[in-house]
T-cell receptor, first 117, second 114 residues
Framework: AQTVTQSQPEMSVQEAETVTLSCTYD???????LFWYKQPPSRQMILVIR??????QNATENRFSVNFQKAAKSFSLKISDSQLGDAAMYFC??????????????FGEGTQLTVNP | DAGVTQSPTHLIKTRGQQVTLRCSPK?????VSWYQQALGQGPQFIFQ???????QRGNFPDRFSGHQFPNYSSELNVNALLLGDSALYLC?????????????FGEGSRLTVL
């Protein structure tokens, strides 16, 4: 079974600064997806960024980018130019490439991000 | 374009009772999955429905059951409620042929068991 670990329960950053959230995972598979989801107080999970394990290039989405280290099984999220609206709980998640229908995600414990004005 | 909608948003039950939670997937989606999120923890996969059948199941007892209707909406039923069933229940939808793993989530149903 796969596991996902987020070792930072809480992080804080000043507005306009950069912050990095850490995630490690354990799997015996070679092909899989990794995700970062954001959960604001409204409770709705929102996809931030996705990485396919077979792609060596790190994914980027505007101010969000990842550092994917497959050999080390590490998948960190960097948020640049942090904004007040970035404050939320962030979850790292894993999905096997071979799962039919693609609905089974394994989540980490989450990192609560605070953005200070 | 309607997103994933869940009802009710909050409910309180007592131990031993039964509860039914409802979910309507995002327009165009055909797969619904359910997750349990205990306070301060990440979501845990309960099960997934596609073509009105349970396709995958997580490590949850048989007290947790579900259903998917022809219009792709879904219900989650929990029998003989325990205090430990208190959690946020999230519904997520996706399109099976769009095998990118991206799920669209609802805002959840907060269940409190007293």
């Amino acid at each position: 079974a796969q596991t996902v670990t987020q070792s930072q329960p809480e992080m804080s950053v000043q507005e306009a600064e950069t912050v990095t959230l850490s995630c490690t995972y354990d799997t015996s598979e070679s092909d899989y997806y990794l995700f970062w989801y954001k959960q604001p107080p409204s409770r709705q999970m929102i996809l931030v960024i996705r990485q396919e394990a077979y792609k060596q290039q790190n994914a980027t989405e505007n101010r969000f980018s990842v550092n994917f280290q497959k050999a080390a099984k590490s998948f960190s999220l960097k948020i640049s130019d942090s904004q007040l609206g970035d404050a939320a709980m962030y979850f790292c998640a894993y999905r096997s490439l071979w799962e039919t229908s693609g609905s089974r995600l394994t989540f980490g414990e989450g990192t609560q991000l605070t953005v200070n004005p | 374009d309607a997103g994933v909608t869940q009802s009710p948003t909050h409910l309180i039950k007592t131990r031993g009772q039964q509860v039914t939670l409802r979910c309507s997937p995002k327009s165009g989606h055909d797969t619904v999955s359910w997750y349990q999120q205990a306070l301060g923890q990440g979501p845990q996969f309960i099960f997934q429905y596609y073509e009105e059948e349970e396709r995958q199941r997580g490590n949850f007892p048989d007290r947790f059951s579900g259903h998917q209707f022809p219009n792709y909406s879904s219900e989650l039923n929990v029998n003989a409620l325990l205090l430990g069933d208190s959690a946020l229940y999230l519904c997520a939808s996706s399109l099976v042929r769009q095998n990118t793993g991206e799920l669209f989530f609802g805002e959840g149903s907060r269940l409190t068991v007293l």
